[in-house]
């Protein structure tokens, strides 16, 4: 059982930019497993954003985050990191981690086998 704990959410105003962790607890690592970002907002299904596979070459977003948010991450270090720069009013949800056993960048949140309990992320205009 892999753990994975979300940090760094908060309040921002638009335009500005926030940056997400996820590790794995209890002694677990995140090296060898594809990590995605997913959201959901108040009254939405939870959508897809970013995910990277296990060795950082291949990676995967959500149309409307291309060129604003990047995912990497640093296995070394047990962390997979989300920047979002030039946030929006609508990029306002939690931010869940998620992680797959097998499988690369998959935006499929069936396929992700390990689920944080999400960050929250405001973005004000």
């Known amino acids: 059982q892999v753990q994975l704990v979300e940090s760094g959410g908060g309040s921002v105003q638009a335009g500005g930019s926030l940056s997400l962790s996820c590790t794995a607890s209890?002694?677990?690592?995140?090296?060898?497993?594809?990590t995605a970002w997913f959201r959901q907002a108040p009254g939405k299904d939870r959508e897809f954003v970013a995910a990277?596979?296990?060795?950082?070459?291949?990676?995967n977003y959500l149309d409307s985050v291309k060129g604003r948010f990047t995912i990497s991450r640093d296995n070394g270090k047990n962390t997979v990191t989300l920047q979002m720069n030039s946030l929006k009013p609508e990029d306002t949800a939690v931010y869940y981690c998620?992680?797959?056993?097998?499988?690369?960048?998959?935006?499929?949140?069936?396929?992700?086998?390990?689920w944080g309990q999400g960050t929250q992320v405001t973005v004000s205009s």
């Open positions: 209890s002694g677990r690592t995140l090296a060898g497993y594809a």
């Open positions: 998620a992680a797959a056993r097998v499988g690369s960048a998959s935006s499929s949140d069936d396929e992700y086998d390990y």
């Open positions: 990277i596979s296990w060795g950082g070459a291949r990676k």
